[in-house]
């Protein structure tokens, strides 16, 4: 690198929008054109089969996809977000401050069906493949773009929540795209409006806002006063602030049945000795999010700092399901590291150590190949699998019996036949009835028990009730009410 590209990189600006010894960028980066867009293509492709294949295959978890599809079928009756499998009667904007899923409402009213949310959750996390891959394009080339773009769309994060039921975090994945890359870009107005409704997705999520803001903020620092930038990010970080305020203090006590907040007791604990997370599980989650992603370059970038909300909350959760990398929990922090290692890759090309340069300069596609390579092991491999694209007889045979209980019959079911029924029943979680006597009962068959002992056991649950088995088959039965 010249003298006058590292000038630039100095004083905060890319290197690729320099103009060393004369020469416009266009001579040395290559415009990265339709292949951000090639890319999310193809990335939606790949997710809606792994999504869908697993619906049909009975593979899904269904809680989480279940408890949303009510909230949005309920939307799209104009109904208040009712989800029943929370407790009867219960809005989902006391569990979980959502709004933003409203959206799906008007594609669910013409197809009513699971498969809705899972297609529109593979192309939100499509589509925030778009901007990382522009933004690596536009600033290191269109190889090298590539090459992380592919790599996000490959990571272990996303591969995890495609393989996990509809949540809401979805509609996150693309507005923290959008929004660091302009960030990145120093396009500040941009970056605001994009990171601002990140608050109505999930009521965390506006410390990440304010966040994005304090970043704006430091990027700031030392290039000149900007009084509307410098406005702008400080309403986004007042805005953000607030509005996670708001949510947890009014809006989700206001709607929840004991008017308070039930996920403070993942942080207080219940009374006993509350666990904290291991220092070995803390390491290993770092790792498996900077190193493969990142080659643990993202460290050099501010960037990174907008991921320290969402690791804090569930770092300092009791909850150990938040501390792992499985599910969807580190879905939303896929977008800021790929970023953060775009943004450090343009700056460490003006680093004084020869060293560091090299490793930036293979980094690209040490990440693609860590990411190709670590799909022999994540979801995305099943799609090589042609037993995947087969519904096994017995899957056949579970959703004819499914299909006997008629549409808007009230269901008390466990955990494979929500996905099953939502669509059309109402549907409430085993043992959570709180009184309703439902009009079928719709549950596995595990622990060697019988049909029988599945009456027995809906006799103890809704004393007084006579159920009688309507059918099994598969492994699942279906029992009636009868009086």
């Known amino acids: 690198m010249d003298s006058a590209t590292a000038d630039v ?24 054109g339709l292949d951000p867009y090639w890319v999310g293509a193809a990335l939606f492709v790949l997710y809606t089969t792994l999504s869908v294949s697993r619906h049909l295959r009975m593979l899904t978890m269904s809680w989480d996809l279940g408890i949303f599809e ?25 569990d979980h401050f959502s709004p933003v899923t409203a959206l799906i409402a008007p594609l669910y009213r013409v197809f009513p069906t699971p498969v809705t949310l899972l297609v529109v959750q593979a192309a939100l996390f499509a589509l925030s493949a778009v901007p990382v891959t522009r933004l690596a394009a536009h600033l290191l080339g269109r190889g090298r773009g590539l090459a992380i773009g592919i790599a996000y769309g490959l990571s272990w994060g996303i591969q995890r929540a495609v393989e996990f039921d509809f949540h809401e975090i979805a509609f996150a994945m693309p507005l923290l795209a959008f929004s660091l890359e302009a960030l990145v870009r120093r396009r500040w107005t941009a970056a605001v409006l994009w990171a601002a409704p990140l608050a109505l997705v999930k009521e965390d999520l506006g410390v990440t806002a304010a966040t994005i803001g304090a970043v704006i903020l430091l990027r700031l620092r030392g290039t ?9 990010a400080s309403g986004l970080v007042a805005f953000g602030l607030a509005a996670t305020a708001l949510a947890l203090g009014v809006i989700i006590p206001g709607f929840n049945n004991s008017g308070s907040y039930d996920y403070w007791n993942k942080l207080s604990g219940d009374g006993g000795p509350a666990p904290t997370i291991p220092l070995d599980t803390a390491v290993r989650t770092l790792l498996w999010i900077l190193l493969p992603t990142t080659g643990l370059l993202a460290l050099r970038s501010p960037v990174l700092l907008v991921a320290l909300p969402t690791l ?41 150590r020869r060293w560091l340069r090299r490793y930036a300069h293979q980094l690209p596609a040490a990440v693609l190949a860590a990411a190709l390579a670590l799909c022999a092991s994540l979801p995305l491999y099943s799609l090589t699998v042609p037993d995947t694209y087969r519904i096994p007889e017995g899957v056949k045979a579970a959703e004819r019996l499914f299909d006997r209980i008629p549409d808007n019959a009230t269901v008390e079911a466990d955990i494979t036949p929500i996905s099953r029924l939502v669509h059309r029943c109402r549907v409430f979680w085993i043992g959570d009835t709180r009184g309703i006597v439902p009009d079928y009962i719709a549950l596995r068959v595990t622990d060697g028990r019988t049909a029988q002992d599945l009456v027995e056991d809906a006799r103890h649950r809704h004393p007084g009730a006579v159920f009688t088995v309507l059918g099994t088959e598969s492994g699942y039965a279906v029992l009636r009410h009868v009086g």
């Open 224 to 232: 000149g006063r900007d009084p509307k930038a410098t406005a702008l």
């Open 9 to 32: 990189s100095a004083a905060g600006h890319s290197p690729a929008e320099a103009t060393p010894a004369g020469r416009p960028p266009s001579a040395r980066l290559r415009a990265p």
């Open 312 to 352: 804090g909350w569930r770092f300092a959760s009791h909850d150990d399901h938040y501390w792992g990398t499985d599910w969807h929990y580190s879905a939303v922090l896929m977008p800021i590291v790929f970023i953060a290692l775009t943004d450090a890759l343009t700056t460490t090309r003006g680093a004084g």
């Open 70 to 94: 009510q909230a949005i079928r309920a939307y799209a009756h104009l109904r208040a977000p009712i989800a029943d499998l929370k407790g009867p009667g219960t809005n989902i904007l006391g």
